[in-house]
């Protein structure tokens, strides 16, 4: 996940706050150690933590997403193509 928003802060240029990201992070260690390691956590924690990272896409879409993607026609911006980003015909490169 860490490089994925690396990939929007830097190729994209998105403002993401450290407080953004460190929600993100959490999320994402509460959901690997639930799926992999089969940890019990408190439900409402888990829930504040989803209900954080919620409010930061119901931000992120209109703000960041939406006005780039209705450009007409769509273009990356800095000029990159979309062929850079990957690695392979299926994988984001990191």
Same mark, same amino acid.
């Given at each position: 996940?860490?490089? !994925?928003?690396?990939?929007?802060? /830097?190729?994209? /240029?998105?403002?993401?706050?450290? *407080?953004?990201? *460190? !929600?993100?992070?959490?999320?994402? +260690?509460?959901? $690997?150690?639930?799926?992999?390691? /089969?940890?019990?956590? $408190?439900?409402?924690?888990?829930?504040?933590?989803? !209900?954080?990272?919620?409010?930061?896409?119901?931000?992120?879409?209109? *703000?960041?997403?939406? #006005?780039?993607?209705?450009?007409?026609?769509?273009?990356? #911006?800095?000029?990159? *193509? #979309?062929? +850079?980003?990957?690695?392979?015909?299926?994988?984001?490169? !990191?």
């Amino acid at each position: 996940m860490t490089a !994925a928003l690396d990939r929007l802060v /830097g190729i994209v /240029g998105v403002p993401i706050a450290e *407080k953004e990201r *460190k !929600a993100i992070k959490d999320l994402e +260690e509460t959901r $690997n150690a639930l799926t992999h390691y /089969g940890h019990t956590s $408190n439900a409402l924690a888990v829930e504040a933590r989803a !209900a954080r990272v919620l409010s930061l896409l119901v931000d992120f879409v209109p *703000k960041q997403l939406y #006005p780039v993607l209705c450009q007409r026609p769509f273009r990356f #911006p800095r000029s990159v *193509k #979309p062929h +850079e980003l990957l690695d392979s015909p299926y994988r984001i490169a !990191a």
